[in-house]
């Protein structure tokens, strides 16, 4: 059985530690696996424990209504209870092969002090809590001191790249949530007037402008789509279709991105979908607005898009870009009347109802990059590769970091636009992982994001980023 379903269905049956004592028994005595942490083997010999938790904490999605709302104070308890054990630090235990690539936190990786992993998060939110990171000490109000942030406190807030890589750890292991603390400290930031930084400000200017983050002109919007290509424009007075696709900003301007979007809608007129885009109409889904803290902004957006969709009559939303369908499912998904789903969820759907059939022989040797948004957020990791499978010719070689452990290319977060260095070093190291620990010069993904990022990147080591809807439009064209 794959590692993670058995995983999933071992934690649910033995709970955790049950689980992890009986599969190192297993992995033991089967010379399983080669590599495994040896500290760990411990665990074969590990008492029983009942780890009650009623929860499957395989994506944010699954407790999303819980940390909905929150505030600073509704971390403090969080704050006192991280142990600092560094669990968030690193890839799983049991799943690590090497200590060259255990790290799963990019923003601990680079500038390696404490404040820049998970366990930083809590103790910066302890600080500002109880007032030791204020000019007066006590202070007169919790979370009310005079506070002005260092340059060192405010870099290791935006220097985080919201990846979840330290919660997906901490969660099924401590019950921590410091991806979400962090979030809400962005929020506190905003709310008072300190958040984000200056060089973010150009995207919220564009937003309000333009309604994209980038800047494009809204008749740019439609840009993307290539000279003869027909696609239905949706909407009141226009045409009437059961699934739209929501392109978002980075695919929709952003030149070299653009494929994306293009071969998204050829492999939806293969498939012989029903389908329609907004086209002008299109504005963001908030998600740079939230990830920055500016939680009131994105809400005005999050409201405007609801009620188009709404008018729409839609059964199904389908999008190709990560950071979309994380937030479309977190944020907009339970006051809509249709399904949302991620184009790889859709085409996934598509190949196993026959509709689609790649043929082409694609010889290519790839490994393939989980975007943060995708994963962790929403938890799709094998329609990707189901996709890249059906692919004849294609062969997927599988990186060491992957899945819920995978390491952030660091776009996002605001990251790219703040730290652009740091957001290159990042991708540096996730391309690095790929050529060495797979041999691979290719590597796909499905998030434009991550495709930008990545790209600039492969140039000058020669390798390649592409996305798995390009695989599969060539399969099938
Ligand atoms: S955030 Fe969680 S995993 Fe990280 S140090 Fe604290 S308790 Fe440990
Ligand atoms: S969200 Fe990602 S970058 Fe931020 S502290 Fe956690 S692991 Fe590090």
Redesign the pocket.
């Known amino acids: 059985m794959e590692e993670r379903k058995r995983f999933k269905q071992g934690r649910r049956e033995k709970g955790y530690y049950g689980y992890l004592r009986d599969r190192y028994k297993e992995l033991i005595d089967n010379k399983e696996r080669e590599g495994y942490t040896p500290g760990l083997k411990g665990m074969a010999g590990a008492p029983e424990y009942e780890f009650v938790d009623g929860h499957d904490f395989t994506s944010f999605l699954d407790y999303h209504e819980e940390t909905e709302g929150r505030t600073l104070l509704d971390y403090r308890k969080q704050a006192y ?8 630090n690193f890839v799983t235990c049991y799943r690590q092969t090497s200590a060259r690539f255990n790290l799963i936190c990019p923003s601990g990786d680079r500038f390696r002090y404490d404040n820049y992993f ?2 930083g998060k ?1 103790q910066m939110i302890r600080g500002l809590i109880d007032g030791e990171l204020s000019q007066h000490y006590p202070p007169a109000e919790p979370l009310k001191p005079i506070f002005k942030p260092t340059e060192r406190f405010l870099h290791a807030v935006y220097s985080c790249t919201m990846c979840g890589g ?1 919660e997906s ?2 969660k099924i ?2 019950l ?1 949530e ?1 991806m979400h603390a962090a979030r809400t400290l962005r929020e506190w930031l905003v709310d008072n007037g300190i958040g984000p930084l200056p060089e973010h400000q150009a995207l919220f200017k564009n937003m309000a402008n333009y309604d994209n983050p980038w800047g494009g002109a809204r008749t740019a919007r439609t840009r993307w789509i290539p000279k003869g290509l027909k696609v239905k424009e949706l909407g009141e007075g226009k045409e009437k279709a059961p699934v739209l696709y929501y392109v978002g900003c980075t695919a929709a301007y952003i030149q070299p991105i653009q494929y994306v979007a293009a071969t998204t809608v050829l492999n939806l007129q293969a498939a012989g979908v029903d389908f329609g885009i907004l086209g002008r109409r299109e504005v963001c889904c908030g998600s740079t607005m939230l990830r920055l803290g500016d939680r009131r902004g994105f809400e005005k957006y999050r409201d405007r898009n609801l009620e188009v969709f709404e008018k729409l009559g839609l059964e199904t939303i389908v999008t190709s870009c990560a950071g979309c369908v994380s937030t479309l499912k977190e944020e907009y998904a339970d006051k809509l009347k249709c399904e949302v789903l991620h184009i790889v969820e859709y085409l996934e759907r598509l190949i196993s109802q026959g509709k689609i059939k790649p043929k082409n022989k694609v010889e290519m040797k790839v490994t393939y990059h989980d975007p943060c948004h995708l994963g962790r957020y929403c938890g799709i990791y094998d329609p990707p590769r189901s996709i890249l499978a059906s692919i004849p010719g294609l062969k997927l070689i599988e990186m060491e970091r992957i899945r819920e452990d995978s390491y952030c290319c660091a776009a996002g977060g605001g990251v790219r636009t703040a730290y652009p260095e740091f957001a290159s070093w990042a991708a540096n190291q996730r391309l690095t992982e790929a050529r060495e620990t797979t041999g691979c010069e290719v590597v796909a993904t499905v998030c434009p994001f991550c495709e930008e990022n990545l790209t600039d990147a492969a140039r000058p080591l020669d390798m390649k980023v592409i996305d798995v809807n390009q695989l599969l439009w060539d399969s099938l064209k």
């Open positions: 209870s991280c142990l600092i054990c560094r669990v968030c998970g366990q809590f330290c750890q901490c292991q401590k921590l410091p």
